[in-house]
Structure formats: C-alpha cells, structure tokens
C-alpha cells in the first residue's frame, strides 16, 4: 500500500523559504511522477511541480525561479524548496504520486506566508 506523509510546512514571513518533505512507503517510488500542488481558502487545487522518473521537472507558471523540486530514490522522498514566499504562496500543499493509472495523495500541509 503506498502512503505519502508530508512535513515542512508553517509560518514563514514574506521573502523567507520552507522546505516541504513528502515521505513515501512503497516499492513504485523510483519509477512514479512525483508532484506537488496546493489549493489556498476558496480557490481550486492546482500544480505547484512535477519531477518524473527520469528527474525531469516542470512547474506552474506563478513559481517563476523561486521553488526546486527534487527527488531521493534512496529516501523515498522528494522534496519542495521554496523561497521567495510570498502572501499569495499561502495555502494547503499537497504531495502526489502518480503510477501508470494510480494517483495517490498526501494529507497536506499548511504554507502560512504572512508578517
């Protein structure tokens, strides 16, 4: 069974950087497209960043150079640095996992960006 845990998020003052952590159980990490997104208060949940298989990336465009998305096969976890925060960056952050048909989900996370 695969299970995704995410940890990182807080309160961070604009300009600052967190780093999310998403941990994943399982044997499909290594050949799965890992994704972070987010969804903020009234909003839909959309597309922070993608890494494949292949260590590949893209990303939305509002991340614009300030977030890297990375992967540790050996961890089983990939990570989200952001920096940059900005109020807008505020909301739930979500890890993905996505293999062949399958699409897994973390709990989420809260970004709080904010004086």
């Known amino acids: 069974q695969v299970q995704l845990v995410e940890s990182g998020g807080g309160l961070v003052q604009p300009g600052g950087s967190l780093r999310l952590s998403c941990a994943v159980s399982?044997?499909?990490?290594?050949?799965?497209?890992m994704g972070w997104y987010r969804q903020a208060p009234g909003k839909q949940r959309e597309l922070v960043a993608n890494?494949?298989?292949?260590?590949?990336?893209d990303y939305g465009d509002f991340v614009k150079g300030r977030f890297t998305i990375s992967r540790d096969t050996a961890k089983n976890t990939v990570y989200l640095q952001m920096n940059n925060l900005k109020p807008e960056d505020t909301a739930v952050y979500y890890c993905n996992l996505k293999y062949r048909f399958y699409s897994y989900w973390g709990q989420g996370t809260q970004v709080t960006v904010s004086p």
């Open positions: 399982g044997s499909i990490f290594s050949a799965a497209t």
């Open positions: 890494i494949f298989s292949s260590g590949s990336t």
